[in-house]
């Protein structure tokens, strides 16, 4: 089949469908692999990587790349340890904290202090996940970052499972054709694990297969809110 053409979407409005590729747990060594997917056969693919600080350190270069490239740049915490700690503690300040070292990592990475994500991804979506089960909006306060969006997913890889690549694209699509996400899903993989541009570029296929044609960049507060029943703010 021939497959529609592909374009570029970073603000609204938005069309009926705009798939949203998110890929977590970054930056990491298959990252750099993740971002040539998406420039690779002209595509102009915009996505979101949720990073985490303490992965930054030896990768500043491949944080640069990820933001001179028109995508996203999300705060994933410190690092998943650390995030259930002090989630586990009921520490609301020690969260806040990971937040905003994570944030100056970015910050140093980019060698631009004033750049804030402004958008936030809890570790394994612990503050989201059962509303994300439940395909509902997704609706919690950032710990200590009252105007961030807080994103989950509605469309999950469980591309760390660590099975074939083939087999987490599957299990995407499974739940693209449940309508999970209805025409703007936001979708889960990882950048850090070997198969990830073999997940990515299955991701990539099926959605367009599926007439997704426009792959966007998550907005953050101030841009345009094209599809704001998917965060919420308070
Ligand atoms: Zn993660």
């Known amino acids: 089949m021939t497959l529609p053409p592909l374009e570029y979407a970073s603000e609204g409005p938005y069309p ?19 971002l040539d997917v998406l420039r690779e056969n002209g595509y102009q693919i915009g996505v979101t990587y949720f990073l985490h600080g303490k992965n930054i350190a ?6 640069a790349r ?3 490239e028109g995508h996203g740049i999300g705060n994933h915490s410190w690092g998943h340890e650390e995030w259930y700690a002090a989630l586990n503690a009921n520490d609301d300040v020690t969260m806040s904290d990971l937040i905003d ?18 958008m936030f991804r809890s570790p394994g979506g612990s503050l989201v996940i059962d509303r994300m089960l439940n395909n509902q909006p997704i609706i919690e306060q950032v710990p200590g970052h009252p105007l961030w969006f807080h994103y989950g997913w509605y469309v ?3 591309d760390w499972w660590g099975d074939e690549a083939e087999n987490a694209v599957q299990r995407a699509m499974e739940e693209i054709d449940k309508g999970w996400g ?30 997704f044609v426009k792959f966007g960049v998550l907005p953050r507060p101030g841009d345009s809110p094209g599809i704001v029943y998917h965060l919420f703010v308070r």
Do not use: C, W
Not at 101 to 118: N, Y
């Open 16 to 34: 009926n469908k705009l798939a949203y590729i998110t890929l977590d747990d970054g930056p990491g060594g298959y990252t750099e692999a993740t």
């Open 58 to 63: 030896g990768h500043e270069g491949t944080v």
């Open 66 to 68: 990820i933001r001179s």
């Open 101 to 118: 070292r994570t944030e100056k990592a970015i910050q140093m990475a980019l060698g631009d202090s004033t750049f804030v994500s402004g």
């Open 156 to 158: 999950d890889t469980k």
């Open 182 to 211: 209805g025409n703007n899903p936001i979708i889960l993989m990882h950048s850090t694990h070997s198969h990830a541009p073999e997940v990515l570029r299955g991701v990539i296929d099926g959605l367009r297969q599926r007439g």
